[in-house]
């Protein structure tokens, strides 16, 4: 009897959790709000992913049949600030919450309730937004990018998108400062940092990135805020502002933000290729030295984003060498992985197929980004749809494949249960057949001189808008895929071992499968460590 | 047989590639894969630039595609490669791939600097106009003379424009490329502009003359351009930043013409102008 009691208390203490809504609400749990931010990460995914349809049937052909050029421009921009603020950068931090601490062998995040305060303000940052959709004047239709003076023109949508960036920097931020408390405290005794898993180290590395800049892009919006209301003037030029001041700091902000979509997709595609290479990492040490290059030189780029602003010659000079110098590093990751991949012993389950994609396609996007740096070249591109397919391709079959082959590698682990991989290719084949589909004739319909974010063209631009327009609802609807097969997963999968795929390493392996709900109460041992820390 | 597919095969690429390195002035919309080579003497030198990064980008990457299909087809554990778990990095290799992609950074900058240094050198320009970007046209205005005028969408394009307006792009001669009165430069002339907007940030880009610069309220920034004396002709762009509902109706349209139809066209220009200003003066109830 006693023995019995002893276990249940045991028990108890392991998977101790409220049932109910407390459960999500309440939740310090790094596992249950890992999955809060996935779910809500792919739910803006697909609202997103809708307002970008709605773009694309307008372009499908010449002249305006559907939408309002205003609402067309409502389109774009809401589309990119749900994307980069609601999918991609949620879906990071919500692997992050799953991982990191499975990963350092610590048995949950080191700040549980500002983790759940974290999340939770994520949907009223989103309410918010989105709202502006039902308000007058229709919702922001400046770009994503807030340029004043047209910024300024906006309706009531104006306060409730500056309110919702604030919400989701106060978010990122408190994100970010607890991955960096977590990784820097709470790692397992042994584990020291140069043996962490690559998704650990770049993760750190995105959240210091993130810790710094934030508060940089608050700052920027609240004095749009304050022209707005206040009568300030910082950028409005009648009252001796500037309005190239606001892009300088916005690009302080936004080109790290950029590397914060990226980063941590480096750190998963240098998890998944040795696990289906079944060979350690190639390089270790220079992947982490890499990373923390291009963390650095991400805060010196950012007027590459603004070459026909007017800017000095030195200053061209300057801002177009160290944008072409991040090659390096990212060059180095890439042969890095190549080398990885040269004599292993190859397998291409659903995660390895997202991350070769991921090499192939990334690497095409950094091809356009090296086009990019070349400032005269840059005088053309610039605002075309050349650009348009350039930051798609890195975050498309960049941030995002990285997101969804992250997804098919530890869905096993999370769950406890084994996906359907036949259909998980199907899924892969479709994404990155119409991805390029989609974005490809961007290239040709930038470099023919189409401009970005116009809801109509010239008649010579109808051709390859039209195959765009086609490969964007074929990549929207295959996306259906990756929600169905994870429901089917969690509702019939057949049960996955602890190490769901064999040739995977890191401590999160050596947890049973589904993980418990506390990750290592108990830090692993010695030996443990040894195991699952080969790189 | 394996010939003749060989034949075929390298002819096919080679159409391919021309397609895709043609310079695309081509009516057709499937033409339309590059960079126009242009027209002034920047636009060429900037076309060169795009075209010798092309071809780096291509270079390398043949090699890095290269290497991932190599390993891909040769290390499979379907066909019994067995993984070499010893190879864990190597320094020589390490530093042999950091320093050959900086060389070829170093080849690429240099032209690029020199093209750079000659876009910003704005001396000696014959003439002078200023361009000012407005919701949503523009005005261009030849500084030191009366002439100047707006430049807004032809009445055409739209009419066509209009949501579910029911008339075919198609059917509109140069759909949203067209304006009531287009920008007149003289071929062969180094043309100094100067950019400004009224309300919201702009940006004034022709293809064919390699640029685009912003035209930003409160600031003047500078471009110059130099068609080739041979190269008079009509010339069409758009607006490239995002300035508003109609920022897809703002097009550029500039007629460029031999230098003694230039001066006839401006002093044709004046005397209209003035005219009209005599007119209002007489009649102020006009005004």
């Known amino acids: ?457 010239a008649t010579q631009f109808a051709d390859w808008n039209m195959v765009s327009s086609i490969g964007a609802f074929g990549f929207g609807f295959s996306q259906l895929l990756l929600p169905f097969i994870i429901i089917k997963c969690l509702r019939s999968g057949a049960p996955a071992p602890a190490r769901a795929w064999d040739g995977a390493h890191g401590l999160e392996w050596e947890l049973p499968s589904p993980a418990p709900f506390h990750s290592w109460e108990v830090p692993p041992s010695a030996a443990v460590i040894e195991r699952g820390a080969e790189h | 047989m394996i010939r003749t597919m060989y034949k075929s095969g390298t002819a096919l690429a080679a159409v391919l590639l021309a397609q895709f390195v043609a310079p695309a002035h081509a009516a057709s919309g499937w033409g339309e894969l590059n960079m126009p080579v242009g027209v002034t003497e920047l636009s060429k030198k900037i076309y060169g630039l795009h075209m010798m990064i092309f071809w780096w980008c291509v270079a390398i990457g043949v090699f890095v595609f290269g290497w991932m299909i190599w390993a891909m087809v040769s290390f499979r554990r379907s066909k019994g490669a067995v993984a070499n778990t010893a190879m864990l990095h190597s320094t020589k290799a390490e530093i042999i791939w950091t320093l050959i992609p900086v060389g070829i950074l170093v080849l690429m900058t240099v032209p690029a600097a020199r093209v750079l240094i000659d876009i910003e050198d704005a001396r000696n320009t014959e003439l002078t106009i200023k361009v000012t970007g407005y919701q949503w046209k523009w005005q261009y205005e030849y500084l030191g003379t009366d002439v100047g005028f707006y430049s807004t969408l032809a009445h055409e394009s739209n009419a066509a424009r209009q949501l579910q307006s029911g008339i075919d792009p198609r059917s509109v001669p140069n759909y949203l490329l067209d304006v009531d009165n287009p920008l007149v430069v003289p071929a062969g002339t180094k043309v100094r502009l100067l950019l400004t907007a009224q309300d919201v940030i702009h940006s004034w880009w022709v293809p064919d003359f390699g640029m685009k610069k912003d035209a930003i309220p409160g600031l003047v920034n500078e471009m110059w351009i130099k068609v080739d004396a041979d190269k008079t002709g009509r010339y069409r762009g758009q607006c490239a930043e995002l300035c508003g509902r109609d920022h897809g109706f703002m097009p550029v349209v500039v007629d460029v013409m031999s230098k003694e139809d230039f001066e006839s066209w401006l002093a044709a220009r004046k005397a209209a102008q003035q005219q009209a200003a005599l007119a209002a003066n007489r009649n102020p109830s006009i005004s």
């Open chain 1, 1 to 457: 009897m006693a023995t019995h009691t002893h276990t249940a208390a045991a028990h108890d203490d392991h998977d101790h959790k409220p049932h109910g809504w407390r459960r999500w609400v309440f939740s310090t749990n790094h596992k249950d709000i890992g999955t809060m931010y996935l779910v809500f990460a792919c739910t803006m995914f697909f609202v997103g992913g809708t307002m970008a349809l709605i773009v694309r049937a307008e372009l499908f052909q010449p002249g305006l049949q559907f939408v309002d050029p205003q609402f067309f421009n409502s389109m774009t921009s809401m589309h990119a600030l749900v994307m980069i603020f609601g999918a991609i950068m949620p879906a990071w931090v919500g692997l992050a919450n799953w991982l990191i601490p499975m990963q350092i062998g610590a048995p949950d995040m080191a700040l549980p309730r500002l983790n759940n305060l974290s999340f939770w303000i994520l949907p009223f940052a989103f309410m918010l937004l989105l709202g502006t959709l039902f308000v007058p004047g229709g919702a922001p239709a400046g770009g994503w990018t807030m340029y004043p003076p047209l910024a300024l023109q906006a309706g009531d949508s104006f306060p409730m998108m500056i309110f919702a960036v604030h919400l989701m920097g106060i978010s990122s931020v408190l994100g970010a400062i607890n991955v960096v408390v977590t990784v820097m405290n709470m790692r397992a005794p042994g584990l020291n940092l140069l043996r962490m898993p690559l998704f650990v180290w770049t993760w750190l590395i995105t959240a210091y990135l993130l810790v710094a800049v934030m508060p940089v892009l608050a700052g920027a919006v609240t004095m749009l805020l304050t022209d707005h209301y206040f009568g300030t003037s910082f950028f409005a030029a009648s009252g001796g502002g500037d309005p190239v001041m606001f892009q300088h700091i916005f690009w302080f902000f936004g080109h790290p933000e950029v590397y914060i979509m990226i980063l941590p997709a480096f750190g998963v595609v240098s998890e998944i290729i040795p696990a289906f290479s079944r060979k350690p990492l190639f390089g270790y040490e220079s992947m982490v030295y890499a990373t923390a290059a291009i963390g650095f030189l991400s805060f010196i780029v950012w007027a590459h984003h603004m070459f026909t602003v007017g800017m000095p010659l030195a200053g061209q000079l300057f801002f177009m060498l160290a944008t072409m110098l991040i090659s390096v590093p990212t060059g180095v990751k890439i042969f890095n992985w190549c080398a990885t991949m040269t004599k292993g012993s190859l397998s291409f389950e659903p995660p390895m197929l997202f991350a070769i994609a991921f090499l192939f396609l990334f690497t095409i996007g950094g091809f356009s980004g090296l086009m990019l740096a070349i400032v005269p070249a840059d005088f053309q591109y610039q605002d075309s749809y050349f650009v348009v397919a350039h930051f798609h391709y890195v975050l498309v079959p960049g941030s995002l494949f990285a997101i969804i082959g992250a997804v098919y590698y530890w869905l096993p682990k999370w769950v406890g249960r084994m996906y359907d991989q036949k259909l998980a290719t199907v899924h892969f084949w479709l994404s990155a057949i119409f991805v390029n589909v989609l974005f490809f004739p961007q290239h040709f319909l930038g470099l023919a001189g189409m401009p970005r974010r116009i809801p109509d063209y």
